[in-house]
């Protein structure tokens, strides 16, 4: 007979393994993460890549909202910033749902983000989204001589069922 353990995990963390991965066992995904095998597990995700793009003219703000428009999970979200604007662009991202605001990134509330010649990756966010949510990324541009374009993007794992909030 075979050695065996039990692992505890969370009635949310399992539902969550179920929606993601359906067409595993439980025991069979454990064991892909266990072997370090977390980039095969993702890559047999199906994800909804929602971008934004914009350029903002010299000492403006604007912003950019899309409707999420599938079942899932932000997974990422990742800001790209171009040479030039020397930090004078800053951004932020923000999901609308039921009435409600979360700030995605920066992490912290009511902060943004300015780089130079740098891609922000965020941590891997796991916030559940439903197709009705919106995305606002938001920048200002503190440049009063040039506009400067700084795109985002959020990455969505979809999956079937209910969200959990």
Do not use: C
Not at 30 to 50: E, V
Not at 52 to 64: C, G, H, L, S, V
Not at 123 to 143: C, F, G, K, M, Q
């Amino acid at each position: 007979m075979a050695d065996t353990t039990t692992i505890q995990v969370s009635r949310e963390t399992a539902e969550s393994m179920r929606r993601l991965f359906p067409h595993l066992t439980y025991e069979e995904i454990l064991r892909k993460l266990a072997a370090g095998q977390a980039l095969d597990l993702m890559s047999q995700l199906d994800s909804h890549t929602i971008p934004f793009r914009k350029t903002i003219n010299p000492a403006t703000w604007d912003e950019e909202k899309r409707r999420v428009g599938v079942l899932g999970s932000i997974n990422a979200a990742y800001i790209h910033f171009p040479a030039g604007p020397t930090g004078l662009v800053e951004v932020r991202i923000v999901l609308e749902t039921e009435g409600s605001e979360r700030q995605i990134v920066p992490s912290v509330d009511r902060t943004y983000i300015a780089l130079e010649d740098d891609t922000y990756q965020s941590a891997v966010l796991a916030i559940p989204v439903s197709p009705s949510d919106i995305l606002r990324t938001e920048w200002y541009n503190y440049d009063g001589l040039n506009a400067h374009t700084v795109p985002a993007e959020v990455v969505i794992m979809k999956f079937a069922g209910r969200v959990q909030r």
